[in-house]
T-cell receptor
Framework: AQTVTQSQPEMSVQEAETVTLSCTYD???????LFWYKQPPSRQMILVIR??????QNATENRFSVNFQKAAKSFSLKISDSQLGDAAMYFC?????????????FGEGTQLTVNP | KAGVTQTPRYLIKTRGQQVTLSCSPI?????VSWYQQTPGQGLQFLFE?????QRNKGNFPGRFSGRQFSNSRSEMNVSTLELGDSALYLC???WGGGNQPQHFGDGTRLSIL
């Protein structure tokens, strides 16, 4: 079974600085997708960024980028120029093309605080 | 384009009752997935429906069931409610492929007294 682990229950960052959230996963599948979702207090899960495992290039979306290390099964999220609106719970998620369909396996989450 | 709509937003029930939650996906999306979110267990996958068929199922007891209608709207039913069923229930929709990002609703907060 696939597992996703986020070892940082809480992180904090100063506004305008950079922070990196860690995620590791375990799978025997060769083709899969990884995602970072953000859940603010409003509860709605919002997709931040996604990475296809077959792509070697790290995904980027404006201030958000990932460091995808396939051999190490590591998938960290870097937030640059942090803003107050980035404060939220961040979840790393996995889905495998062969066995999971649209099923997402989530990590435990990291609560990010942004200090003014 | 309207997002994923879940109703109701809040629900209070007592043990032994049953409950039905509703999810309307984004127009055109054929896959609807349900997740349970609790402080202790985190986010857990319940099931996924695609074109009215259950395509994937998590490790939940048979008290948890669902269905999908021809317009892709989905309902989730929980029978014989237990205190441990108190949770935020999230619905997500997508076009259906694993590589497709899932779009989540605001969730239904279910409290069991």
């Amino acid at each position: 079974a696939q597992t996703v682990t986020q070892s940082q229950p809480e992180m904090s960052v100063q506004e305008a600085e950079t922070v990196t959230l860690s995620c590791t996963y375990d799978t025997s599948e060769s083709d899969y997708y990884l995602f970072w979702y953000k859940q603010p207090p409003s509860r709605q899960m919002i997709l931040v960024i996604r990475q296809e495992a077959y792509k070697q290039q790290n995904a980027t979306e404006n201030r958000f980028s990932v460091n995808f290390q396939k051999a190490a099964k590591s998938f960290s999220l870097k937030i640059s120029d942090s803003q107050l609106g980035d404060a939220a719970m961040y979840f790393c998620a996995y889905t495998g093309w062969e066995t999971s369909g649209s099923r997402l396996t989530f990590g435990e989450g990291t609560q990010l605080t942004v200090n003014p | 384009k309207a997002g994923v709509t879940q109703t109701p937003r809040y629900l209070i029930k007592t043990r032994g009752q049953q409950v039905t939650l509703s999810c309307s996906p984004i127009s055109g999306h054929r896959s609807v997935s349900w997740y349970q979110q609790t402080p202790g267990q985190g986010l857990q996958f319940l099931f996924e429906y695609f074109s009215e068929t259950q395509r994937n199922k998590g490790n939940f007891p048979g008290r948890f069931s669902g269905r999908q209608f021809s317009n892709s709207r989905s309902e989730m039913n929980v029978s014989t409610l237990e205190l441990g069923d108190s949770a935020l229930y999230l619905c997500a929709s997508s076009w259906g492929g694993g590589n497709q990002p899932q779009h989540f609703g605001d969730g239904t907060r279910l409290s069991i007294l």
